[in-house]
């Protein structure tokens, strides 16, 4: 028994209680459970590298998240039920044995953390891994046989509201159902291709008759018509269509490394703590900063797993391969070579493997051997340079509409980047503010900044940013979890913009969205529009080097990082963003307002509270008739047979997301599919070209664009959704309104 407790990391008094809690049949299964686990994995303690990451891991959450857990028996009830929900959220793997084997660890979860032994995470790999073994086989002879769409059955397809199943034959069943219900989806969709083909050439023939007084022109294609299929081949056609899919779903899990596993686990431990809590792979951190800095160092090509191979998908416009012409989209990576190293042959890796060796320094070398679309092979050197990601930056057009008001500033801000990285690197604020200018430069009546779907990122250029727009004072209050909150201020008193200025969001502007929007609305300085709230982060995080944390053991690094909530930040009027977001001053109906998204949603968040305001205030501009812009808003909002539809349609849409159930009949599934889809035919053509909608480049960023046919079709395609923009043509009405109250 002491074997036993030292193998599991377990303290002694906890296991006796443990034992205690269970009698007869139950005590006898639970038990030998524990000792079947502690049977099979013959070194029980975790390698050297992990136990070190898990103290380091730990030990930081301690000493620096805002409100650190106690890791006791409460917190391994949250942990354990978070993984295993997370491992196998689908119900596909495990069955309810399995889970009753791994509950014997519900309780011991903070003993494995604290004695850095990873019996539990062990047990749930292996019972996942035969979980993908054996249902490899279910799938594969599932597909081999015709389903029968005649029974009159339906699927649970919500894994929340099923229950694990029983035992592997129930657990079959379960993926039979799945199956079915995918193969009865695309069954359905290459029948509806074949019905539309075929009605297509019979248009097509009626049309080649022409007649001219006695004589007959008949007019024959020289493409050999496409066969028509049975029903039955229909079916076999989707079943293979599933099985390729399958196929190709399996041999991404059997990729999974323990690194990548062992990563979950211990971001199940961290988000109890709060959902922004988590930890970083070293590769994981590199594509942070890639995403916060949208800069690399590399070749500039975006690439995908493609069965055994990894696949070109684009090049980015500017980058050492568009320099270079050779690599093109579609072309295979076979074998990568180093300048003055051998090649290696990548068939069959994991694409992050392959990037690995693509990706480095600028100036060296890389040579990389493809398969071209017509199948030849070619050696292709590149040099690394640095590569800019272009569509993550601020940019702005001039805006207007006809009979409204024209030669406004339109500004698109996708995120708050900024390299940490690299001295001089990019910045949010920097490149906002060198906008600003460029639409001054125009003369615009007013500015409107869109942070739709701006998740956030860089605090510091936040606050530089708001200072663009006041002359000075408060900007966030930041509190860390003990001693006062520390004001972020503005401390220049030059005001870049004086003129009109309205803020977009939506439900998904987070965190620095929300400071700048809650800052501007708070110095009644900007008018700010969107859905009914924004997300609700009202949390800051840091990321903490675990390689310096940890002194010495050089040969286990790099560790990885630890990125933690430190602080929580309030406005300056004193509430927080956290859980409520911004609410609007206009608010306008959009396609989520039915439904629950945000922060509230997410596991685990932080509640909301509130502490002391700070003095404020802003003379550029007095927004003392904003009762009357919102009214008139809502006037117009209410005959605008645009936003009647976009309401309706987040009914429908809300109603959509709650339904779990479907039939796996023929007939039933294809009627809920007609009448889904003529549901959602009366909202296509609710966003369309809106008239007089101008949206043009200026003139500067046009020589840019024009040069790159990349650049200058990504703008084309954007400029085209921005006329479609039923959004931005009300700030427009609004801001219409705001320049005649001036």
Same mark, same amino acid.
Request: proline share 3%.
């Given at each position: 028994?002491?074997?036993?407790?030292?193998?599991?990391?377990?303290?002694?008094?906890?296991?006796?209680?443990?034992?205690?809690?269970?009698?007869?049949?139950?005590?006898?299964?639970?038990?030998?459970?524990?000792?079947?686990?502690?049977?099979?994995?013959?070194?029980?303690?975790?390698?050297?590298?992990?136990?070190?990451?898990?103290?380091?891991?730990?030990?930081?959450?301690?000493?620096?998240?805002?409100?650190?857990?106690?890791?006791?028996?409460?917190?391994?009830?949250?942990?354990?039920?978070?993984?295993?929900?997370?491992?196998?959220?689908? &119900?596909?793997?495990?069955?309810?044995?399995?889970?009753?084997?791994?509950?014997?660890?519900?309780?011991?979860?903070?003993?494995?953390?604290?004695?850095?032994?990873?019996?539990?995470?062990?047990?749930?790999?292996?019972?996942?891994?035969?979980?993908?073994?054996?249902?490899?086989?279910?799938?594969?002879?599932?597909?081999?046989?015709?389903?029968?769409?005649?029974?009159?059955?339906?699927?649970?397809?919500?894994?929340?509201?099923?229950?694990?199943?029983?035992?592997?034959?129930?657990?079959?069943?379960?993926?039979?159902?799945?199956?079915?219900?995918?193969?009865?989806? #695309?069954?359905?969709?290459?029948?509806? $291709?074949?019905?539309?083909?075929?009605?297509?050439?019979?248009?097509?023939?009626?049309?080649? +008759?022409?007649?001219?007084?006695?004589?007959?022109? #008949?007019?024959?294609?020289? /493409?050999?018509?496409?066969?028509?299929?049975?029903?039955?081949?229909?079916?076999?056609?989707?079943?293979?269509?599933?099985? =390729?899919?399958?196929?190709?779903?399996?041999?991404?899990?059997?990729?999974?490394?323990?690194?990548?596993?062992? *990563?979950? @686990?211990? +971001?199940?431990?961290?988000?109890?703590?709060?959902?922004?809590?988590?930890?970083?792979?070293?590769?994981?951190?590199?594509?942070?900063?890639?995403?916060?800095?949208?800069?690399?160092?590399?070749?500039?090509?975006?690439?995908?797993?493609?069965?055994?191979?990894?696949?070109?998908?684009?090049?980015?416009?500017?980058?050492?391969?568009?320099?270079?012409?050779?690599?093109?989209?579609?072309?295979?990576?076979? =074998?990568?070579?180093?300048?003055?190293?051998?090649?290696?042959?990548?068939?069959?890796?994991?694409?992050?493997?392959?990037?690995?060796?693509?990706?480095?320094?600028?100036?060296?070398?890389?040579?990389?051997?493809? /398969?071209?679309?017509?199948?030849?092979?070619?050696?292709?050197?590149?040099?690394?340079?640095?590569?800019?990601?272009?569509?993550?930056?601020?940019?702005?057009?001039?805006?207007?509409?006809?009979?409204?008001?024209? +030669?406004?500033?339109?500004?698109?801000?996708?995120?708050?980047?900024?390299?940490?990285?690299?001295?001089?690197?990019?910045?949010?604020?920097?490149?906002?503010?060198?906008?600003?200018?460029?639409?001054?430069?125009?003369?615009?009546?007013?500015?409107?900044?869109?942070?739709?779907? +701006?998740?956030?990122?860089?605090?510091?250029?936040?606050?530089?940013?708001?200072? %663009?727009?006041?002359? =000075?004072?408060?900007?966030?209050?930041?509190?860390?979890?003990?001693?006062?909150?520390?004001? %972020?201020?503005?401390?220049?008193?030059?005001?870049?913009?004086?003129?009109?200025?309205?803020?977009?969001?939506?439900?998904?502007?987070?965190?620095?969205?929300?400071?700048?929007?809650?800052?501007?609305?708070?110095?009644?300085?900007?008018?700010?529009?969107?859905?009914?709230?924004?997300?609700?982060?009202?949390?800051?995080?840091?990321?903490?080097?675990?390689?310096?944390?940890?002194?010495?053991?050089?040969?286990?690094?790099? %560790?990885?990082?630890?990125?933690?909530?430190?602080?929580?930040?309030?406005?300056?009027?004193?509430?927080? *963003?956290?859980?409520?977001?911004?609410?609007?001053?206009?608010?306008?109906?959009?396609?989520?307002?039915?439904?629950?998204?945000?922060?509230?949603?997410?596991?685990?968040?932080?509640?909301?509270?509130?502490?002391?305001?700070?003095?404020?205030?802003?003379?550029?501009?007095?927004?003392?008739?904003?009762?009357?812009?919102?009214? $008139?808003?809502?006037?117009?909002?209410? &005959?605008?047979?645009?936003?009647?539809?976009?309401?309706?349609?987040?009914?429908?849409?809300?109603?959509?997301?709650?339904?779990?159930? @479907?039939?796996?009949?023929?007939?039933?599934?294809?009627? %809920?599919?007609?009448?889904?889809?003529?549901?959602?035919?009366?909202?296509?053509?609710?966003?369309?070209?809106?008239?007089?909608?101008?949206?043009?480049?200026?003139?500067?960023?046009?020589?840019?664009?024009?040069?790159?046919?990349?650049?200058?079709?990504?703008?084309?395609?954007?400029?085209?959704?921005?006329?479609?923009?039923?959004?931005?043509?009300?700030?427009?009405?609004?801001?219409?309104?705001?320049?005649?109250?001036?």
């Amino acid at each position: 028994m002491y074997k036993l407790i030292d193998v599991l990391g377990i303290k002694k008094n906890k296991l006796i209680q443990f034992i205690m809690k269970f009698k007869g049949q139950i005590f006898l299964s639970a038990v030998l459970a524990v000792l079947l686990l502690a049977t099979y994995y013959p070194h029980y303690d975790a390698s050297e590298k992990e136990a070190v990451l898990i103290q380091a891991l730990t030990n930081g959450l301690d000493q620096l998240h805002y409100k650190p857990a106690t890791i006791d028996d409460e917190f391994s009830k949250k942990a354990f039920h978070l993984y295993l929900d997370r491992i196998d959220s689908g &119900k596909r793997w495990l069955t309810q044995k399995d889970v009753d084997q791994l509950d014997a660890f519900e309780l011991f979860v903070d003993d494995q953390i604290k004695s850095a032994h990873f019996d539990f995470f062990d047990s749930s790999v292996e019972y996942i891994e035969k979980g993908i073994d054996k249902t490899e086989s279910f799938y594969k002879e599932i597909l081999s046989k015709p389903f029968d769409f005649s029974k009159d059955t339906e699927i649970e397809i919500d894994g929340d509201k099923k229950p694990f199943a029983k035992n592997d034959a129930e657990l079959k069943d379960y993926w039979r159902k799945s199956l079915k219900y995918a193969v009865l989806s #695309e069954y359905i969709s290459k029948v509806e $291709a074949q019905e539309k083909r075929l009605k297509k050439e019979n248009e097509g023939k009626e049309m080649v +008759n022409v007649t001219e007084g006695e004589d007959v022109v #008949e007019e024959k294609e020289d /493409k050999e018509e496409e066969p028509i299929k049975t029903m039955v081949e229909l079916e076999e056609d989707a079943r293979a269509a599933v099985l =390729k899919r399958y196929d190709k779903w399996y041999t991404r899990l059997r990729k999974e490394r323990r690194t990548d596993r062992l *990563t979950s @686990y211990f +971001n199940a431990l961290t988000n109890i703590f709060d959902p922004h809590t988590s930890y970083f792979a070293p590769r994981d951190k590199e594509q942070f900063d890639i995403s916060m800095s949208g800069t690399l160092e590399g070749i500039g090509a975006r690439l995908q797993t493609d069965g055994d191979y990894t696949k070109i998908t684009n090049i980015i416009p500017g980058g050492p391969a568009w320099k270079q012409k050779d690599l093109e989209p579609d072309d295979l990576i076979q =074998k990568v070579t180093q300048e003055g190293g051998e090649a290696e042959d990548i068939t069959g890796w994991r694409i992050d493997d392959v990037v690995s060796k693509i990706r480095g320094k600028k100036g060296t070398k890389v040579i990389l051997t493809v /398969k071209k679309v017509d199948g030849s092979i070619q050696d292709i050197e590149i040099t690394r340079d640095i590569v800019i990601i272009d569509e993550s930056y601020a940019k702005s057009v001039i805006i207007g509409k006809e009979g409204v008001i024209n +030669n406004v500033g339109y500004l698109r801000l996708p995120k708050f980047y900024a390299d940490f990285n690299r001295q001089g690197g990019k910045s949010c604020a920097t490149d906002v503010a060198k906008e600003v200018e460029k639409l001054k430069k125009q003369g615009v009546k007013g500015i409107i900044i869109d942070l739709r779907n +701006n998740g956030g990122g860089s605090l510091r250029d936040v606050v530089r940013m708001s200072g %663009l727009f006041i002359e =000075k004072g408060p900007i966030v209050q930041v509190k860390p979890r003990e001693g006062a909150a520390e004001i %972020l201020s503005d401390f220049d008193e030059k005001v870049q913009y004086k003129d009109p200025l309205i803020i977009m969001v939506n439900q998904y502007s987070a965190s620095a969205s929300e400071i700048l929007a809650a800052a501007l609305q708070d110095y009644g300085r900007a008018v700010i529009v969107g859905g009914k709230s924004t997300y609700g982060k009202g949390t800051v995080q840091r990321f903490l080097n675990l390689d310096r944390a940890i002194r010495g053991n050089e040969q286990l690094k790099p %560790l990885g990082q630890l990125k933690l909530t430190i602080q929580k930040f309030y406005r300056v009027n004193g509430g927080s *963003t956290q859980l409520r977001g911004v609410t609007p001053d206009i608010i306008l109906p959009d396609n989520l307002m039915y439904l629950k998204v945000g922060e509230q949603d997410n596991d685990f968040p932080l509640p909301w509270t509130e502490i002391d305001p700070v003095e404020y205030s802003q003379n550029v501009t007095n927004l003392s008739n904003l009762n009357d812009l919102v009214l $008139a808003s809502k006037d117009r909002v209410s &005959k605008s047979k645009v936003f009647s539809e976009i309401e309706a349609n987040a009914k429908r849409v809300k109603q959509r997301k709650d339904r779990s159930v @479907y039939p796996l009949n023929y007939e039933k599934y294809k009627t %809920l599919l007609d009448n889904l889809e003529k549901e959602g035919d009366k909202y296509d053509d609710v966003f369309v070209e809106i008239e007089g909608l101008s949206i043009e480049n200026m003139e500067e960023d046009l020589a840019k664009i024009e040069i790159d046919e990349g650049k200058k079709a990504r703008n084309d395609e954007w400029l085209k959704s921005l006329r479609k923009d039923v959004y931005i043509d009300e700030c427009l009405n609004i801001m219409k309104d705001m320049t005649l109250s001036n």
